[in-house]
Structure formats: structure tokens, C-alpha cells
């Protein structure tokens, strides 16, 4: 049987780091294990495994737990000891860096929620803002960093070392976790160097990436299919998640694997300006709301109740309300919409070869009844197959899961990086 000391070492140092890396690699996988569990897991031998694992346990990274005793046996020799990795030892932050709300949670190395925490971006981006770019994008630096240190606060975490922080923009991010000085201003706006601002190891990502991997990762927690053969079973390998507050943007997972593009624009949705005649074309769900009912309004549609919303109070929450109230007007605007997500839909479906479309944001749990008119719509705009269009179970806190989740994923692919990169 080959072992990892046969892959390739070196030296002694690069030996005992691949070591290491194995035993970290199980110590994540299992709940606990003895030296015969990651000898079998790992290939490496006994005396190998037992010597790493007192390093590490050494190191604050594994420690030793009782082991489970069938009732009844006889215990013959020593009992074999039984390791675990200390969860506590190390916190990872996720944060939604939304246009209007910042999220942020503080988890531990198997992922468990140690805090939350949420708050309002004060003040409006605007135009001018946009052109002079200093002032907003420090304040917007500090906010986050505010948000970070209150939920390493709640969590306790003055002990524990912090991991790794990811970070979710509405813009478009590269491999380095830049944005591109583009759409007038808005992209670094939203994302003003926050890998460099940042205090720790930051990975910064864009927002609907992260949210088709939270809803990836969520279906194979389920139990569904995600390898080659998962799209006839629930189209998780070829599958778009697509944000629909203020605007459209999808992340895109083909083939199992995420679609990045040049500056990280491949979820880009300007496209839709010029598919559907309109200059705001990648108007969210609530932008849309918002803007088809003040234009239906304006044009003499008093009948409406939203008629006596102020127009700089009207929501997409009011809208919605006013059609499960059986409002002529507001039924109408998301008839539109959903026939608007229905074509967005049919092109993802068509260009890309994605089975399953999510729609996810603040709003989803209201959003059936758009989701419905959109399933209609789509045999009368397209041909077969169809995409399958369902709403994200995981609300608002769709990006910060999927923040989490690209954290545990780097972890769990190289942890010795993140535990102890020196060794």
C-alpha cells in the first residue's frame, strides 16, 4: 500500500507537512477518529499518525475525547485513543456587503453559528458620491469592519484566532478579489478595495457567486445528486441563482464548476438592457416593483390602493401585499415580472445549458406567486427543455451562507494554509 510519504516528498520538512495535511484533511471530515481510522483514511502508519496527532493536539488544533464503548464488551489492552478537532479553536466571518444592508456571521470550524449580525449602509449613493468615490468608499470600508469586530465580539472570539473572512460585493470580482472600475462608478463603490482594507486573510467575492453556492451546497446537503449525473435528478450541476433585489445578477454554475469570466463578469446581467429595449434592463425584483407601479400610476391607474403610498415610500413589500389583496394594478406588475424572469430564465437556459434556476433575496418568501406566472410564460417564449424554476429556502441570508460555505470549502481543501501555514 502506498503511503504519503511516497507522493513525492523531498524533504523532511515537506514530508511532515503533507503529513499533516492528511491528518487535518480527516480531522475535518470526521467527528472524531483514532490512529486506525486515518491510518485507513490517510495511508500513513501508526507510529506517523499517532506522532502528527500529538503535534497537532500540541498546536491547539486536535484534541483528545473519549472514545463510544459498545455495553457490554470487554475492553482488552489499551483503549485506543479518539481524536477531534477543536471547532473552537478558530473563527470564520462571512459578511453580505449589500448596496443597502450588511450582514455578518461568525462561525466555527465545522461551520456552527457563534453570531449574527445586521445593519443599514447609512446614506444613499448617489451620483455625485459615485464621482468623488473617497469619502463613501471609506465609510463603507469602516462600516464593515465595524460590523466584523461586533460579531467577533458576540462570539467571543477575543481567544480565538480568526481565519478567514469572505466577503460578498454586488459587483463583479477577479481571482484576486478586485472589481473593475466600471458600470459609472458603481462597482468599486460597492467593493473599494476591501481584500486590501480588511484586517486578516479576506477572500472578496462577488454576491450571486456566493449565493449559487449556498444553494449548491444546500442540495447536496439534502441528499440530491451533485455529480456528473445530478442534472436529471435536480439540475444542481447546471444551475443559476439568480439575486433579484434592486438588480439582476446570477451566479452560474455549469458542469459542477462556477463561471467566472474576465474581471469575474460572467453573472453580469447589462445584457438585459439591450434584449429588452430598456436602459434599466437589469432592474431587480424591487427596482422593477417599485418603478412599474409609480409608471402605471402616472399614466392615471388611481384605482390602486398604492395610490395613497407616497412615492418615495413605495416598496416592493407594499406591492406584493397590495396583490395578494386581489389589487388589479399590482397583480399586473408582477404578471410583468414574471415574464420578464421567464425570458432572463429561457436565455440562461438556452446559452448555458442550466437545468435549474433559483431565485433568491430578501423577498422570496412572497415570491410564488411571480414564480408562477413565469412557469406559464415560459412555453409561450421558448421551446423544451425547460429550466426549473423554484425559490431559495434561504432568504436574505442566501450570500452570507454561501460566504460561509466558500470559507469551510477552502479549509477543508487546504487546511494546514489556514491552521498553521508556517509549518
Known amino acids: 500500500m502506498s503511503t504519503v510519504h511516497d507522493r513525492g516528498a523531498s524533504s523532511p ?3 511532515r507537512r503533507t503529513n499533516r495535511q492528511a491528518v487535518l484533511q480527516h480531522a475535518l471530515r470526521a467527528a472524531s477518529f483514532t490512529a486506525a481510522d486515518a491510518m485507513a483514511a490517510t495511508s500513513l502508519t501508526r507510529a506517523t499518525v499517532l506522532g502528527v496527532c500529538a ?3 500540541e498546536a491547539g488544533w486536535l484534541h483528545e475525547v473519549a472514545g463510544d464503548r459498545t455495553e457490554g464488551a470487554v475492553q482488552r489492552g489499551r483503549p485506543a485513543r479518539h481524536y ?3 471547532s473552537d479553536a478558530a473563527v470564520i466571518v462571512g459578511v453580505d456587503a449589500g448596496q443597502h444592508t450588511l450582514t455578518a456571521q461568525a462561525v466555527d470550524l465545522r461551520g456552527r453559528e457563534l453570531a449574527a449580525a445586521r445593519c443599514a449602509v447609512a446614506g444613499e449613493l448617489d451620483g455625485h458620491d459615485l464621482e468623488e468615490g473617497a469619502a463613501p468608499a471609506e465609510a463603507r470600508v469602516e462600516t464593515v469592519h465595524a460590523l466584523i469586530e461586533q460579531v467577533l465580539e458576540q462570539a467571543a472570539a477575543g481567544d480565538r484566532r480568526r481565519l478567514l ?6 459587483a463583479p470580482v477577479d481571482s484576486r478579489g478586485y472589481s473593475p472600475t466600471g ?3 458603481y462597482w468599486p463603490a460597492m467593493n473599494p ?3 486590501d482594507a480588511l484586517d486578516g486573510t479576506v477572500i472578496v467575492e462577488n454576491d450571486a457567486n456566493l449565493a449559487v453556492i449556498a444553494e449548491h451546497a444546500l442540495a447536496a446537503a439534502s441528499g440530491a445528486p451533485t455529480g456528473p449525473d445530478a442534472a436529471a435528478a435536480s439540475g444542481s450541476a447546471h444551475m443559476a441563482t439568480l439575486l433579484m433585489g434592486e438588480r439582476f445578477g446570477a451566479g452560474l454554475l455549469v458542469d459542477g464548476r ?3 469570466g474576465a474581471d469575474g463578469g460572467a453573472g453580469e446581467m447589462r445584457f438585459l438592457d439591450v434584449v429588452f429595449g430598456d436602459s434599466r434592463g437589469a432592474d431587480g425584483v424591487a427596482a422593477l416593483a417599485r418603478r412599474w407601479t409609480l409608471e402605471a400610476l402616472a399614466r392615471g391607474e388611481t384605482t390602486s390602493p398604492l395610490a395613497a403610498v407616497a412615492a418615495a415610500d413605495l416598496s416592493a413589500v407594499d406591492v406584493f401585499a397590495a396583490a395578494r389583496d386581489g389589487d388589479d394594478l399590482a397583480r399586473s406588475v408582477l404578471d410583468r415580472i414574471g415574464e420578464r424572469l421567464a425570458r ?17 433575496g430578501a423577498i422570496t418568501s412572497a415570491i410564488e406567486p411571480v414564480l408562477e406566472r413565469a412557469r406559464t410564460a415560459l412555453p409561450e417564449i421558448s421551446t423544451p427543455p425547460y429550466p426549473q424554476l423554484v425559490a431559495s429556502t434561504l432568504g436574505r441570508d442566501v450570500v452570507v451562507r454561501g460566504a460561509i460555505e466558500l470559507a469551510l470549502t477552502r479549509l477543508r481543501e487546504d487546511p494546514l494554509d489556514l491552521l498553521a501555514p508556517d509549518v
Do not use: K, N
Open 55 to 57: 503535534e497537532l493536539v
Open 13 to 15: 520538512q515537506l514530508l
Open 344 to 360: 432572463i430564465a429561457a436565455i440562461l437556459s438556452s446559452l448555458l445549458g442550466v437545468e435549474r434556476v433559483v431565485v433568491a
Open 193 to 195: 478595495g476591501l481584500v
Open 84 to 86: 477531534a478537532l477543536r
Open 258 to 260: 462556477l463561471l467566472r
Open 183 to 185: 458600470d459609472q462608478g
Open 165 to 170: 473572512t469572505v466577503v460578498g460585493v454586488p
